[in-house]
């Protein structure tokens, strides 16, 4: 009798380390969805540039266009209370709000939606000296680190084409005219 006692208690303790193994797995699948979501955008906007850059180059040949991913919904998963009450943290952030570009639709074709947030921030806090952190923060992608990367590989960018200055080791502020 004392086996099947401790047989049990063994299934217990199984089920409950796996339920808190599939809650942990919920959430870094989720945040692995918002890094992915980023590096598409952040690819889309590359190959929107090298597409208008290898239009202004004489005699040049078009880049053949990689296919586009194919979108497989994944099966729904049933989740067990624990999981779902663990999963629902990262759910509970508030939704993002982009900083409006003032430079008009004609913007979005040269550059990226996030290049554009970035330099529309830098706008309005011109003699600011802030962080990659702080500007993810202030357009509301900080919500994990692939999307604060995100806006730390831009600023480099920036940087990179004199539109943003590098004002220190980890600050950036605005160029000034």
């Keep these: 009798m004392g086996s099947v006692t401790q047989t049990a208690r063994n299934i217990e303790t199984t089920a409950e380390s796996l339920q808190e193994d599939l809650a942990r797995l919920e959430i870094q699948k989720q945040a692995l969805e918002r890094e992915l979501a980023a590096v598409t955008a952040h690819l889309g906007s590359v190959q929107r540039a090298l597409d208008a850059l290898q239009a202004l180059m004489p005699g040049a040949v078009p880049a053949p266009v990689p296919p586009a991913p194919v979108d497989v919904p994944a099966a729904p998963k049933p989740k067990s209370a624990r999981a779902a009450s663990s999963a629902g943290k990262a759910e509970r952030r508030p939704a993002a709000k982009p900083v409006p570009s003032d430079d008009g639709a004609d913007s ?70």
Excluded at 109 to 117: A, D, F, I
Excluded at 144 to 168: E, F, K, M, W, Y
């Design 108 to 177: 979005e074709k040269t550059y990226g939606k996030l290049t554009e947030q970035i330099l529309a921030y830098f706008a309005k806090a011109p003699d600011a000296e802030v962080r990659a952190r702080d500007v993810a923060s202030a357009l509301g992608r900080d919500v994990d680190s692939g999307s604060i990367n995100a806006v730390r590989s831009t600023l480099d960018r920036l940087v990179g084409a004199s539109r943003v200055q590098r004002a220190g080791r980890g600050l950036y502020r605005a160029v000034k005219p």
